[in-house]
């Protein structure tokens, strides 16, 4: 006898979508993303689980179940929560729109360091808000006359860009939190022994020419927005527009 398989689970922004079943809810999609939010701001992702975020919402342990099957769904909701203040403006060009999404990704992840380590689900999770903001950056593309896999791939180069840039700054100053660092001083204090150790190996020229003339090393806003241009100035040569 044929087994049936199990149907796949209906998506989470299709039950958000429909009407709720009573006209007053004490608990709402709303309250559960900007808890949970509030709880990984403060404390990082691990502090976020559905008994914690119960407590916090002052509800039965079960109760945001209704909305949410589990951790999974609980980062979606966060995920498109913090994505609300990602707003790219209307009406500007696709490098303009470009930068903007750079900068923008920056300062929510800035916000919320917990996006910077998110599991491959989340990361790829596609909510409303997530999707507006690929329409937009996709709609600016488009608008230079690029075909529809440049244009994809164009959005995909900007976008990895800001959240690797953004990944390695977190895992940074986490690392530096975690240990009572306060500057980058402090950090390459600590490694100094290795870095002289390889230094002295005369393997690394051109890396001792940069720790003995940079004179950026923690600047990371500037490194950040310098690889941004670097990243539009390559696609503008090599598309042309």
Known sequence: MAVEKDKPREPLWARLERPAPAPRQTLTPQRIA??????ADAEGLDAVTMRR???ELGVAPMAPYRYVSGKDELLEL???HVYEEL???EGLGWRETMRALGHGTREMTLRHPWLAQLSPQAML???PRRMAVTERSLSALAGSGLDPDTTMSVFRAVDAYAHGAMASEIAVRSFMD???WADGGELRSELAPQMTWHI???RYPTFEGYLMTATRKDD???RFETGLEYVLDGIAAKLGI
Request: hydrophobic share 50%.
């Open 53 to 55: 975020l119960a407590t």
């Open 178 to 180: 975690e240990r009572g």
């Open 87 to 89: 707003r790219l403006p």
């Open 200 to 202: 002295q190996t005369g």
């Open 125 to 127: 999770a596609l909510t």
């Open 220 to 222: 990371v806003l500037w």
């Open 78 to 80: 966060m995920v498109d």
């Open 34 to 39: 900007t808890a949970a939010v509030g709880i």
